[in-house]
């Protein structure tokens, strides 16, 4: 990757990274993928949007333990995670497809 002095990096084949101005990614993309990235008051990642391939992803991170991400507009996934020695040794995922029956 090429850096530039605007804040991106970018290869020949069109795949670049956008930074913030405190040094975080602010778009990732990836032929026709991509990734995005906001931030909170404190720096710390809050959301994050993603299509690779035809699912699309929309991540809302609370706190350091729990996020809530959803597939493609309809499947919501929450995620929480138990660390120990900075490490994720547990984690829990629980699902709800918009308009499915329980």
Known sequence: MNCRGDGTAACA???SIEWTSFNKPRQVN??????????G???RLVNQRSMAGRVTRDTQYIGAHFERFIENGNKTNWRANIFANG????????HQ??????
């Open 13 to 15: 084949n069109g795949d």
């Open 30 to 39: 990836y032929g026709s993928d991509f990734a995005t990235f906001d931030y």
């Open 41 to 43: 008051p404190e720096r």
């Open 87 to 94: 490490r994720v040794v547990y984690q829990l995922i629980e």
């Open 97 to 102: 497809t918009i308009g499915a029956c329980s």
